[in-house]
């Protein structure tokens, strides 16, 4: 497949899933709300040949649609995936006639590697820059609070200070100086565990900072990997042939020789400074925190290198369609890493750690519950805040259905598991505090348990303006905001409800509705808005030191004062776009 970003451009545009943009584009704010506009209507990439400062071009939504993420890999690595795990039992152990039947696709496994080119065969070493101005990049803003321009697609290389494991991740990057960056490296991150290794060793930190290259490495920046396994190994997988480096002569770090830009230098140690705040793809803005620096050198690039962006926010966006490649090439390895455990989704419409859901095993009694707790042990679904678990074989992306079946025979007195004091994602701001929350199991095992509601007509509950059934068993109410009545909900499971309120195992506070309606607005605005030891409201009782919930169950997912606001774009920049749409001559 693409060897670089150019050879990928060049598909992209045969397929006419690229335009290219004539007039000069702003990267304070403008070129943001252009790209929001392009991929919400599932448009083509973007190049913006004259962004405004720079001498660079700017290339954005290269991902915004599944079928680009698949013109930027190919079938070949699913179908490799899919092979190599039907046949593992018949390679155990290796016979002759077996691996011939099989040759194909180990034949495809033995030509992933990597590759040590000459310097003369490194497109990246084209033009050296010791004095680095980082002005110089067509770095964007893409919201009106952000903390300064920040770098969306950066592949930060790193390796381990003793044992020399590397790790690929992408972590945003804030300007902070003509040669100074912010490195947001969040718990559970590969690249954060080297750092913390060489800073108890005491030791300034080598780091490498790239932009572009194959698109199956920008992909696997964002793969959610075990630690153990390399992402330059997934890079050539993906592309299918081996991945080419070079060494620099001032620089421990191999450079990915097909990069368009890379940024060599050191992370000191015991070093911080204010990073944020940020609108991230939870769609609120992370706030201001202090993260380690980045100094940088030396910088190396393509004498006509492109500058390769994204904007992040409300899903879906660009990482909605890697993360949801990423979850079916990885899915039929589920089984093999964790036994028991058949299918697994995040939902990207949440940010992906606020929700999971699986298909388990339940041969007796409670073994699901031991698949929950190996889920919220693998790599990075430890940060996974909600997990729901049916052992009913069902289409885990479709949320309704999901959710009704797991209602369906769903025992709060049972069936719903809070952990206090858990770790939490960093930019999610429900725990009330950085890096800490809890986390909630809802399981649904077995046959059915009661007949569900499907329609509510009956009379609202106490300060409820508006009710609404999501699916059958789950009614959402709006009414007070949380700063109007902070104890609605416990107010709601106090009074004298109707009987057809009690019906509902499951109950939400909302704000919006009429977002809701929809199941990708729902997600978002559920998900995104509650922390479970917080804001999960039920009648309880204390038996033999276990807390047992009678329903309903009632979940608060409107806003709170202490989060963060929500990413709007200034009306400015909405305003300016709208009246200048006709010059970037888009047609989708």
Partial sequence: MHINLRSFMDTLRKENQLIEIDAEVDPYLELAEIHRRVIEEEGPALLFKRVKGSPFPVVTNLFGTRRRVDLAVGPKPEEIVKRAVQALNQLMPPKAKTLWKEKDWLLALAKIGLKQVQPSQAPVLQVQEKEVNLH??????????DGGPFVTLPLVYTEHPLTHEHNLGMYRIQI????????HWQIQKGGGFHYYEAEQLGQDFPTTLFLGGPPALMLSAIAPLPEMLPELLLTSFLMSGKLTQVQASNHPHPLIAEAEFAFCGTVPAHLRKPEGPFGDHYGYYSLKHDFPVFNIHTMYRRKDAVYPATIVGKPRQEDYFIGEYFQDLLSPMYPLVMPGVKTLWDYAETGFHSLAAAVVRESYHREALGHAFRILGEGQLTLTKFLILTDKS????????????????????????????TSMDTLDYTGRRLNHGSKAIMLGIGEPKRELPATFNGELPKGATLAQAFCPGCLMLSGPGFSENLNWADEILKQESPENINSWPLIILLDDLKLAAKTSGFLWQVFTRFDPAHDIYAKTEIR?????????????????????????????????????????????
């Fill in 136 to 145: 110089t990049l067509p770095v964007l803003t893409s919201w009106p609070e």
């Fill in 176 to 183: 902070h100086s003509a040669k100074q960056t912010g490195i």
């Fill in 394 to 421: 069902i289409d885990l992306q479709n949320f309704p259905l999901l959710l009704e079946t797991v209602l369906k025979r769903f025992e709060p007195e049972g069936d719903l598991i809070i952990i206090h004091e």
């Fill in 544 to 588: 033999h030191h276990r807390l047992i919930y009678h329903g309903p169950i009632v979940i608060d997912a409107r806003m709170k004062p202490d989060y963060p606001g929500e990413v709007i774009p200034a009306q400015e920049t909405v305003d300016l776009v709208n009246r200048r749409w006709k010059e970037y001559n888009i047609k989708i």
